[in-house]
């Protein structure tokens, strides 16, 4: 099993120095990936239940959303792709109801170009309803807008003269799609959720399937259901790189063990401190017990 870091927000290396610090770390450390999150504007009273509350025991870390900086993900990869050599730079996830597809299809082909080809898309339909009332996107299509807007990236990357008519999204006329990504035919999707929603949009379009802060005990059941459905639609549940996210200071060997055996990949570590070297000492840390269990 491989091993990542997910920086959340990035409250941790929200500046230069603290992230070419990390980068540095993660590719001495023979990390796979750095992975971080996304989000545009976020309201200071939240309501919406997280929908992670199981693994946190009903301790959910709003803070972490309502007081902490929160990086833009695209710039931060951009910035990561042009201070390291090696490791892959995603996001997890874009919340692809917030963006048009045209701009984000620009922004993932040209990290992909700069990455020299490191770049992962990893997608979700968001889960921060007042998030959702403050941009003006009305919370109920965000499953509808993200399969729509998917499917016009996949076409703004692989097509010549591409062509579209949804709900959403309209065109009908030749457009300069430059850059294409380097990764074809695109970026890996790995599409975010447990939910049968997002299980579905993985076997639709997803090179991939990115398991939030799930306990290892539930991921071979909910893989159980996606191999069905996977099953149903004539693919290959081993055409999935399976990915999940674990708290550093609570995945310890046994817990590491769990995933590893559940079938997942790559396991990212969720630092919890704001202190860049405390981070890059969890990482030391991380990256030892995951070696350890393989």
């Known amino acids: 099993m491989k091993y990542g870091v997910q920086l959340g927000g990035g409250a941790s290396v929200s500046q230069r120095d603290s992230l ?18 996304d989000h545009i504007v976020i309201p200071k009273k939240i309501n919406t239940p997280w929908p992670y509350d199981e693994y946190v025991g009903g301790q959910t870390p709003y803070a972490v959303y309502t007081e902490m900086e929160w990086l833009d993900p695209f710039d931060t990869m951009a910035f990561l792709a042009a201070i390291t050599e090696r490791i892959r730079l995603g996001i997890s996830v874009v919340i692809v109801p917030y963006r048009h597809p045209f701009d984000v299809a620009r922004r ?28 003006n996107i009305p919370f109920k299509e965000r499953g509808a807008r993200t399969r729509e807007y998917i499917a016009v990236m996949q076409a703004l990357w692989t097509q010549d003269a591409p062509r579209f008519s949804g709900k959403f999204v309209e ?21 975010g959720g447990e939910s049968k929603p997002a299980m579905r949009r993985v076997v639709s379009f997803g090179n991939g399937w990115h398991c939030g802060l799930v306990l290892p005990k539930r991921i071979p059941g ?26 550093s200071d609570r995945a310890g060997d046994k817990e590491i063990g769990e995933y590893r055996a559940a079938g997942v990949d790559v396991l990212y570590m969720l630092p919890l401190s704001n202190d860049t070297n405390a981070v890059i000492e969890e990482m030391h840390s991380f990256a030892d017990r995951v070696k350890a269990t393989n």
């Open 171 to 191: 065109l009908n006329e030749d457009v300069n799609v430059l850059p294409r990504p380097l990764q074809k035919p695109h970026p890996p999707i790995w599409v």
């Open 20 to 37: 070419k610090k990390l980068a540095a770390a993660a590719e001495e450390l023979d990390f796979d990936s750095v992975l971080i999150g």
């Open 222 to 247: 909910l893989l159980d259901q996606i191999k069905g459905l996977m099953e149903e639609a004539g693919r290959d549940l081993n055409e999935l790189e399976i990915t999940a996210l674990a708290v």
């Open 108 to 135: 993932v082909a040209t990290i992909d170009v700069l990455s020299g080809g490191r770049f992962v898309m990893g997608i979700g339909v968001g889960w921060l309803e007042e998030e959702f009332r403050l941009l």
